[in-house]
């Protein structure tokens, strides 16, 4: 009885164990599951490290220069320096 025993509990053994590696927690479609999810967040994260480091340096612009702000005052605001005529040439 006891020859016919160790060898069922080693296949049911194995039996769980190959379960784990098709369904379980750290299975392979799981694992390749989060692979993917952690490639799409680097990713995500490269494109707010690149937006943070475009904010930063004009946010360094803003701060040590004023050619920063008049450049924005008259591009985006349309303003003029007294006594400046303002000419816009359309094609």
Do not use: C, Y
Request: hydrophobic fraction near 45%; glycine fraction near 6%; charge should be negative.
């Amino acid at each position: 009885m006891h020859n016919r025993l160790t060898p069922l509990a080693l296949v049911a053994l194995l039996a769980i164990l190959h379960a784990q590696l098709w369904v379980g927690r750290g299975s392979i479609p799981n694992v390749a599951a989060m692979a993917q999810q952690l490639g799409e967040q680097k990713d995500r994260n490269e494109r707010a490290r690149l937006a943070n480091d475009r904010l930063t340096a004009e946010v360094r612009d803003l701060t040590e220069g004023m050619e920063m702000v008049e450049e924005k005052a008259r591009f985006e605001l349309g303003m003029v320096k007294p006594d400046e005529i303002l000419v816009q040439i359309t094609k």
